[in-house]
């Protein structure tokens, strides 16, 4: 018997660059974020040393464009999570892959995880991806990184140098977020800290160790530099005493 191929498993950073593309054919704004997202977004700069496999699509999209977004994913074969999107419509989406156990994961108007971050501001940016410093932040809001997400930022960081620009880490637009918000700011420290020292085990060579550490120290500076809000000031104080994120919604695979 002729196993049968699933239509989207193996091929999903094919399948991101097609649904963008056909997403802005109807005039929606879709760019995708996660590993797909990087991967697109870094083209001939991504190093194959962090190269792995995608089990899943991640997108962000406006609330107006959610259900052109839906229409368009039924059309191309993803089937819908009925009773999570009517439940979550509003924020978050989920379709899947009949045949294998690839999906797309939808975040509608803001991505929300362990941390809110406001991206759409971002979604007219040229490219089938949301500019890389948005990527970066992304990542860097999750509270417990594991291997895939450490490696997906050391693939971007090592594709991307200082400035501002699609392909660029701008400290300044990090800092923009986390001198409001002293949560975001605590597990983007955290992280930053982490990545550093990291490096050494990871697949970053030798020589590019340090322009990724000077990458990560001067986000650390802007985000120390930037003016606080008296709200980010008030929750200084009561620290890790509170938990200061949220626990990400368990979704079915």
């Not at 590993?35 to 194959?48: A, H, M, N, Q, S």
Request: glycine share 8%; hydrophobic share 45%.
């Amino acid at each position: 018997m002729t196993p049968v191929v699933p239509p989207f498993a193996g091929r999903l950073v094919e399948e991101g660059s097609e649904l963008v593309a056909a997403a802005e054919a109807r005039g929606l704004a879709v760019r995708l974020i996660g590993g797909v997202g990087i991967r697109l977004l870094l083209g001939d700069r991504f190093d194959p040393a962090f190269a792995r496999a995608h089990a899943d699509i991640d997108a962000i999209t406006r609330r107006r464009d959610a259900r052109g977004l839906e229409e368009l994913l039924a059309e191309r074969g993803w089937e819908p999570a009925r009773e999570f999107n009517a439940l979550n419509g509003a924020r978050r989406m989920l379709f899947h892959d009949p045949q294998s156990d690839a999906q797309v994961d939808v975040f509608v108007e803001a991505f929300e995880m362990c941390h809110t971050l406001p991206l759409t501001d971002r979604l007219d940016d040229p490219g089938p991806a949301l500019p890389a410093t948005d990527l970066l932040m992304t990542k860097l809001q999750i509270v417990e990184l594991n291997a895939k997400d450490r490696s997906d930022l050391y693939a971007l960081l090592r594709g991307c140098e200082l400035g501002r620009g699609p392909r660029h880490i701008d400290p300044a637009r990090v800092a923009e977020l986390t001198g409001s918000d002293w949560g975001l700011h605590h597990t983007f420290e955290l992280n930053l800290a982490r990545l550093i020292d990291g490096l050494t085990a990871s697949p970053v060579p030798a020589e590019d160790r340090a322009a990724i550490t000077a990458v990560l120290e001067a986000i650390e500076t802007a985000m120390d530099a930037a003016p606080k809000s008296r709200g980010w000031r008030l929750r200084a104080k009561v620290g890790e005493r509170r938990r200061w994120y949220d626990e990400p919604e368990e979704v079915d695979r």
